[in-house]
């Protein structure tokens, strides 16, 4: 049995969702998180799920549904990442579990998540729930 608390979550939660944005590598602050947050949560097409444990956020997955010219409607898994301590205890397995769940309420039957070549870890994680990687790419960006 998991000692976890999973829910959705809500705008009172960006200051305890920084320090886990922060492991994947993306520093933010509470103030500028709360205001993504609030977009997010406000989209019909994306939903933020959490794990609370140890007195505090452990964990957060953040999915959408989208529709493509290039193939059929799926989701992607756009974040995930769980707290160091926490790891290995079944939290991220969850969150990817409401993820996908989620999607096939919407009538997604294929959900992606992309993961950067360097975080092999988490491409042994993936493989294990059942995805399989499907192509390599490159990400280009433009402007700030």
């Given amino acids: 049995m ?4 999973f829910r959705r979550a809500n705008e009172n939660d960006a200051e305890a969702l920084c320090p886990l944005l922060s492991e994947l590598g993306y520093p933010t602050g509470a103030g500028v998180l709360r205001g993504r947050l609030r977009q997010v949560l406000s989209a019909s097409g994306e939903a933020v799920f959490v794990a609370a444990g140890g007195g505090g956020l452990c964990g957060v997955a953040h999915v959408c549904v989208s529709a493509r010219l290039l193939s059929e409607p799926d989701a992607e898994i ?3 990442v769980v707290a160091p301590a926490e790891r290995r205890r079944g939290v991220a397995t969850q969150l990817v579990n409401f993820c996908v769940e989620w ?3 919407r009538g997604r039957t294929r959900v992606r998540v992309r993961c950067n070549t360097k975080r092999t870890e988490a491409h042994r994680f993936y493989e294990k729930l059942g995805f399989r990687a499907s192509k390599d790419q490159r990400v280009f960006e433009l402007g700030s």
């Avoid at 998991?2 to 608390?5: D, P, S, T, V, W």
Wanted: proline share 0%.
């Fill in 103 to 105: 999607a096939c309420s």
């Fill in 2 to 5: 998991l000692e976890f608390e």
């Fill in 78 to 80: 756009l974040a995930l």
